[in-house]
């Protein structure tokens, strides 16, 4: 599509791979603190950690939990769903998870190729509700802030997608125009949805074939598939 200038990707999920890795690095600190005393199976930390998680990053994006709490509040939610009250187990447990799951570096298949093929026509950018730092650490140890010209965080920004702050934000700090700009992500609501209330084309990586009756510009169940449009 020619009057597309500027790409704008999510990052968790869309090109790092938020759950390979974050299995990677929960299971680590099972093993490390010995959480097999009291849970049976790795995978069930893992599968009980992601369900709480992603419950509180929704209070988190409707600006009803800080990122502090959000912080703490999931180990001890996750720890306590498998009877361990042990509020500096989980503080511990959720300080590592910071400091370990950043440095993991499994991407989204056909990520970098993706990357390094639309990177010769297009600028690139991220668009995240991560957290600042922890985003910067996964871009360096993946070896990917060489694609992005600009890195736009809800934290910094103020606002969560989907709302149109930090779209907003996000184009005008690199002075693109709505119909030049293209937002690529996973998430229907965040990704979307906000993107389209905002004003600009959508690409959804539906990974999973997930049904659903969300309008939107394209749709795609692998990054490569972006080749077809771009």
């Not at 600190?29 to 097999?36: A, Q």
């Amino acid at each position: 599509m020619g009057h597309y200038k500027h790409i704008f990707f999510d990052l968790d999920r869309t090109i790092w791979d938020f759950d390979r890795n974050s299995g990677k690095t929960l299971k680590e600190l099972y093993c490390k603190y010995h959480l097999d005393r009291s849970i049976d199976d790795p995978e069930d930390f893992v599968q009980v950690y992601h369900e709480i998680n992603g419950q509180l990053w929704g209070l988190y994006r409707k600006g009803e939990m800080t990122k502090d709490i959000l912080r703490t509040k999931r180990f001890r939610m996750s720890l306590a769903r498998f009877g361990i009250t042990d509020d500096d187990l989980a503080e511990k447990i959720g300080d590592e998870y910071l400091d370990i799951s950043p440095t993991k570096t499994l991407l989204v298949p056909h990520a970098r190729e993706i990357l390094a093929y639309l990177q010769t026509g297009y600028r690139l950018h991220i668009i995240t509700n991560g957290f600042l730092t922890t985003q910067q650490i996964k871009l360096k140890n993946c070896r990917l802030e060489q694609y992005f010209q600009s890195l736009t965080t809800s934290e910094v920004v103020g606002h969560n997608k989907p709302r149109p702050e930090i779209f907003h934000q996000a184009l005008s700090s690199v002075n693109a125009r709505k119909k030049e700009s293209l937002m690529i992500g996973d998430d229907l609501e965040v990704d979307v949805r906000g993107a389209r209330k905002f004003g600009i084309d959508q690409v959804f990586l539906n990974r999973d074939r997930v049904i659903h009756h969300e309008p939107v510009t394209f749709e795609i169940d692998t990054l490569l598939a972006l080749k077809d449009i771009l």
